[in-house]
């Protein structure tokens, strides 16, 4: 009688879960799989929240949906194209002052991200020094930062009032810089108080970002760049700047979008109604779905910022990236 004795390899294949290959245990498939399941209720309200209303709002823009139609906007009747083409008609009443809020939040937009940029990085630049009371210092700028939008606008809409304001007690009364108080949140002085209202609570966030940003550069690089006689201008400029350029890139486009779609400042600044001089976008869109219930012509709207900040957007990234290919080669 022959004996066979079996091989090691004849055991492993006969024992369960001893294969040749690694065989997965359920166990790590369902550690593999919770992280996502725990985020399935964040992306599902995510959903609900953005998702569902930009859908139905892009539906929306097709209907000529009014306040006839306020109860069931599903029975307006479809318009197609047409509240596309009134917004774009900068011929007719309604294109023209669209075109003039556009061109007044890109005016608005260009220079209080500029400012924010130049105030916030000089800021951070100074604060890279030690000095006494630097903590405390760091602290009071980052108070517009941190108080609610409402309480901050509301604090300059009393300082910006004609007869007891602050802003005018100060430039007319106390250093008589202007003839009379000046009325500052009506005609074309609400556009300088809307961008310094936009500036002081957004430069801030740039110094924050920007500080954050010069802490990865290493000092060596000052030492060396001062001890071949650099100045700080130089060194502002040929170490400084480059150092910050990924940094910057990104704060740029954060703030821009921010600002173009603001629309607490000017709400709470003004009220339903803003002067033509700080008419941006975000208030023009809501006067016209709001205030003249003309739904659909402010839905066409709104696709038409979507589409517009998304070119940006795509544009910006491509030229960036682009940038930094050309540098890397």
Request: proline share 5%; aromatic share 12%.
């Amino acid at each position: 009688m022959t004996t066979t004795v079996p091989t090691e390899a004849a055991v492993r294949r006969s024992t369960p879960g001893t294969a040749d290959g690694p065989r997965r245990r359920p166990g790590r498939i369902r550690r593999i799989g919770l992280p996502y399941l725990l985020l399935l209720p964040a992306l599902l309200l995510e959903l609900l929240v953005h998702l569902v209303p930009m859908v139905i709002g892009i539906v929306m823009s097709f209907k000529e949906l009014t306040q006839f139609y306020i109860r069931d906007w599903t029975t307006a009747p479809w318009n197609g194209l047409g509240n596309y083409r009134m917004s774009v008609d900068f011929n007719a009443p309604v294109g023209a002052a669209l075109l003039h809020s556009f061109l007044v939040t890109v005016a608005f937009t260009l220079l209080s991200v500029g400012l924010c940029w130049l105030v916030g990085t000089a800021a951070a630049v100074y604060m890279q020094d030690t000095f006494r009371g630097r903590g405390l210092l760091r602290a009071l700028f980052l108070v517009p930062y941190a108080l609610p939008v409402y309480t901050a606008v509301i604090t300059w809409v009393f300082m910006f009032q004609h007869d007891n304001g602050l802003v005018n007690h100060v430039l007319h009364d106390q250093l008589g810089l202007t003839d009379k108080p000046s009325f500052w949140l009506i005609g074309d002085n609400s556009f300088l108080a809307l961008l310094t209202v936009s500036v002081w609570k957004g430069w801030p966030f740039a110094f924050l970002i920007v500080m954050a940003g010069l802490q990865n550069i290493p000092k060596e690089l000052y030492e060396a760049a001062a001890l071949d006689g650099a100045g700080l201008w130089q060194q502002l400029r040929r170490i400084t700047l480059p150092s910050l350029r990924p940094v910057n890139q990104v704060l740029v486009l954060v703030l821009f979008l921010w600002t173009f779609n603001d629309f607490n400042t000017p709400y709470v600044l003004f009220g339903k109604t803003a002067p033509a001089a700080a008419d941006l976008v975000s208030v023009h869109i809501y006067q016209a779905s709001f205030v003249t219930w003309n739904f659909g012509t402010g839905s066409a709207m709104s696709v038409l910022l979507l589409l517009f900040l998304l070119l940006v957007t795509g544009g910006y990234l491509w030229l960036t990236s682009r940038g930094r290919r050309t540098a890397d080669v």
